[in-house]
Nanobody, 126 residues
Framework: HLSLVASGGGLVQPGTSLKLSCVASGPGFDAYAVAWFRQAPGKDRVWVSCISSSGGDPGYADPVRGRFTISRDNVKNTVFLQMNSLNTGDTAAYHC???????????????????WGQGTQVTVSS
């Protein structure tokens, strides 16, 4: 079973940056594609970004494209989400999640997820 632990959230001002980490434990991490979802208070959980098992073919939701960058280090069993130019609309609990996908693809829907990590809170406020 793959376990995921997300960290790196915090309270930041608009226009600043944060880097989230998702550390996996368990066998076969490099076989999993990984995604980040976020859930704002009172709203549904939505997909933010994903990366394939090999580290290529990243995907981004329109609200974050050009500001967020996803990457992974399969030696350290870690996926990162670099978030730049944060705005109040980015305030949410961010969850990392893993799924088994065909080569070169990554999960964009919750039904494609095999394992969820707990959320790390990101609050963007002046």
């Amino acid at each position: 079973h793959l376990s995921l632990v997300a960290s790196g959230g915090g309270l930041v001002q608009p226009g600043t940056s944060l880097k989230l980490s998702c550390v996996a434990s368990g066998p076969g991490f490099d076989a999993y594609a990984v995604a980040w979802f976020r859930q704002a208070p009172g709203k549904d959980r939505v997909w933010v970004s994903c990366i394939s098992s090999s580290g290529g073919d990243p995907g981004y939701a329109d609200p974050v494209r050009g500001r967020f960058t996803i990457s992974r280090d399969n030696v350290k069993n870690t996926v990162f989400l670099q978030m730049n130019s944060l705005n109040t609309g980015d305030t949410a609990a961010y969850h990392c999640a893993a799924g088994i996908m065909s080569y070169g693809s990554c999960p964009k829907k919750m039904e494609e997820i095999y394992s969820w990590g707990q959320g790390t809170q990101v609050t963007v406020s002046s």
